[in-house]
C-alpha cells in the first residue's frame, strides 16, 4: 500500500500535522513515520537561486561591461547550511512507496514557492501532488485542510506569480545594485571616508527609503506659521441660579465683517494678534445685547465596531500600545499562530469568510475559557448577534485572497501559562477586536451650537457617550470613562490606544471641534441645560480670550505607520487614473513588509527610535536617496511599486500571463541599467548635494568609520562643506 507523505515549512507545524495524523518518532531523522503517513518539513528555503558567477565566471567581477544581466535559463542551487534536510526532503518524495504528496508549507505565495522550489530541484515526478491549504493549526483545521486538499496543479498561477516576484526582487537588486555603485558609490565613498560602498537597491527596500527620506524633507523645509483664534466663554443658568461656562469659537463665516478677509489664516483665525485684538474691542463695546443662539442641532451618532485584525493593523497597534517593531509583532503573532491560539497572521483581509462565520460561535465558546474575557464572550454569545454577522460588513468572500482575518481561535489556551504578560496581552488585544464585532454600535449624544453676536458667529460643539455598545467589550475612550472636563475635541483623541483595551484608529471620530470646553459633560444639569436649548435663546457673554496656535509639521513614519502606508501605498499615488487602477495594491505583502523594514535598519539606510518607534533616515540612506533619485527616480516612488505589485497579483489570478509580465520586467530592467550606464551625473556634483543635508546629522552618523577615523585625515568634511558654500 501506497503511503502519502506530508511536507511542512517548519518542523514545527510537521509536528502539528503529525499529532493529527497520529505519527509518532524521532524527529532527528529529518521525518516522522507510520505505516500509512511519512511527515517531513522544510527548514524555510531550502533552495535559493545561484549568484550570476555560477552562469558565467566573468560575472564574478562587477563591470559595467556586463550589464544588464537578465538569464534566459534560471539556476537554481541548495543552500550548502540546509543541504542535509533537503536531501532527507528530497528522497522522501521521490520515495517509491510514495503515491501521493500533501503540501502543507505555509498558504501563501511564499509557502508555494518554497515547496515549488524542493519539488523542482527533486525532480518529482509522477506523484499525486496536493495542496493543503489552511488557515490555523488547530486539529479540526487541519483535519478539514487535509480532506479538502485541492490538486496542487490548482496553484499553477500563485505558484506562477511566486516565481516572478523572486526574479523581480533578483533582477532589480543584481543589476541596479552593480550600475550604481559602479557608477556612483565613489562619490558617497569619498564623502564619508569609507572603505567601500555598496548601494543596495530593492524593488521595495527603495521605494519605502524614498518615503521616509521624503516625508524628512517636508518636516525640514516646513515653516510655522502662527495663528490667532477667539473664543468666547457663553453662560447659561439652571433654574436654581447655578451657573454654567462653555466656549465658543469664532469663525468668519458669511455676515462676519471678516468674511473671505486677507487679515485671516484660516475662517477660525487671523494671521496677526492685532486683528484678534480688535475683533474682540468690537465684540465688547459698551451697551452690547446679549448673544443669541442661532441654531441647535440635537442628534444621535452611531459608531460601529472596527473591521477585524489583518497583519498590518496588528503591527501598527503594537508599535503604538507595546512598542513593539513590525518584525517583533510578526514573530508573537506567529507564535500564537503556532500554539493554536490565533488564525494564520500573515493575511490583509480584514473580514471572515462565508463559511466561518457559519461556525463562529465555536470561537466564540472557546474563549468563554479565557479569564480576563471570559464574562464578556459569555455576554456575546447570550447577545445572539453572531447568528446574522454573515449579513454585515465583517462577512465578505470577495475581500479575501489567501486568508481571512486574525481572529482567536478559541484553542490553545493551555499555551497562555507558557507566555510572557505582552504576547498575553496581544492576544488579549485580538480577543477584543474580534468580540467587538457582535456587539451593538456605540451611541453618541452629539450637539452643534451657533450663537451670534453682534453680527459675529461663534460655534459649540458637545459629545456624550449614551450607550457604550462594543466600547465595553473594546474598552472605554478615556474622555468617557470618568467624571471629567472633555469636549468634542477630547473624545476624538481618545482614538490613542491605551494598553489592554484593545483600541487603534477605527474609534477616532475623525471631526474637528471649534473649541475646547470646560464643562463637565457627565454632569446632568448642564446637559438638560443643552437639552432645552431653542433657536432665539439667550446666552450672556462671560469673557474673551485669544489662542495662539501654530502650523504642525507632517509626522514622522513609525513603524507600525509606515507599516499602514506600505499596505495602503496606492492612496499616496497624486495621478487619480493611477490610483484607482492599483486600488488595493500596497508595496510588499504582510509576509515582507517587516524583514524589510528591519533590513534598511541592518544596512544603515534607516533608524529606528526603539523606545518611540519614530523612523527617520540615516545620512547613507539619504545619500542612496539622492543617487538612486538622479539616476532611477521612479524606483522611490510608490506608484512603481505597487503597479509591480499589482501585476503579480493579475498574474495569481490568471488575468494575465507569466510571459507577459516576464518581458515587461526583462524590458523595464534593461532600459533603467542602460539610463543609469549613460548617466553624466559627476561625483563632485553628489558632492554638493551632500552637502545640502549633511548639516542636519551627527559627525559621527556621516563618517563611516566615526570620528577618530577621519580626524586623522585633516578637518571633517562638514567643515569643507561650509568653506564650499562660502566660496
Partial sequence: ???????????????????VLQVSGRA????????????TWCVGHLVTMSY???????????????LPFIPEEWKYEIIP??????????GLLNREDVGTIYVCTDSGREGEYIYRLVAQMAGVKDKIQKRVWIDSQTEEEIRRGIREAKDEAEYDNLSDAAYLRAKEDYLMGINFSRVLTLKYGQAITNYRRAERTVISVGRVMTCVLGMVVKREREIRNFVKTPFYRVIASFGLDDAEGRHFSFDGEWKAVTG???????LLYKENGFAKKEDAEALMRFLTQPEREPGVIASVDKKKELRNPPMLYNLAELQNDCSKIFKLSPDQTLA?????????????????????????????????????????????????????????????????????????????????????????EQKRKIYELICRRFLSIFCPPAVFRKYSIEITDRGEHFFANFKTLEDPGFFKVAGIPAAYRKKETASAQDASSAAAPDAGEGMNGDEASGEDTDAKNNVDLSDPTFLALLEKLRKGSAVDLDGLNIKEGETSPPKRYTSG?????????????????????????????????????????????????????????????ECIYVVVGSAMRPLL????????????????EGTITGDEYMTKLSDFVSRRTAAAINGRASTGDFMALFDTFAKYYKENEIYDQGRKHWAKKGSSPRKKAAKRKDS
Fill in 256 to 262: 462676519s465683517m471678516y468674511f473671505q478677509s486677507p
Fill in 332 to 420: 508573537v503573532i506567529q507564535e500564537l499562530y503556532e500554539k493554536k491560539l490565533v488564525t494564520y497572521p500573515r493575511t490583509d483581509a480584514r473580514v471572515l469568510s462565508t463559511a466561518v462565520a457559519k461556525e463562529i460561535d465555536r470561537n466564540i465558546c472557546g474563549i468563554m475559557h479565557y479569564g480576563p474575557i471570559a464574562a464578556l464572550a459569555g455576554d456575546v454569545l447570550e447577545l445572539g448577534r453572531w447568528k446574522s454577522i454573515a449579513r454585515t460588513k465583517y462577512v465578505n468572500d470577495s475581500a479575501i485572497t489567501d486568508h481571512y482575518a486574525v481572529i482567536p481561535t478559541g484553542s490553545g489556551l493551555g499555551a497562555l501559562n507558557s507566555l510572557t
Fill in 81 to 90: 547550511d540546509v543541504k542535509k534536510q533537503f536531501e532527507i526532503v528530497s
Fill in 28 to 39: 532527528g531523522n529529518g521525518y516522522l513515520e507510520n505505516d500509512r503517513f511519512v511527515v
Fill in 637 to 652: 516612488e510608490p506608484s512603481l511599486t505597487a503597479s509591480w505589485e499589482r501585476g503579480l497579483t493579475q498574474v495569481s
Fill in 52 to 66: 550570476p558567477e555560477v552562469y558565467d565566471e566573468k560575472y564574478r567581477r562587477w563591470s559595467l561591461a556586463t
Fill in 1 to 19: 500500500m501506497s503511503k502519502s507523505l506530508f511536507i511542512a515549512e517548519k518542523p514545527s507545524v510537521a509536528q502539528q500535522f503529525a499529532q
Fill in 561 to 621: 505607520s509606515m507599516i499602514l502606508a506600505m499596505e495602503n501605498a496606492g492612496q499616496l499615488i497624486e495621478d487619480e487614473t493611477l490610483r484607482e487602477e492599483i486600488k488595493g495594491s500596497g508595496i510588499g505583502t504582510s509576509a515582507t513588509r517587516a524583514d524589510i523594514l528591519k533590513k534598511l535598519f541592518s544596512i544603515g539606510y534607516l533608524s529606528l527610535n526603539k523606545k518611540t518607534q519614530v523612523i527617520t533616515p540615516a545620512f547613507l540612506g
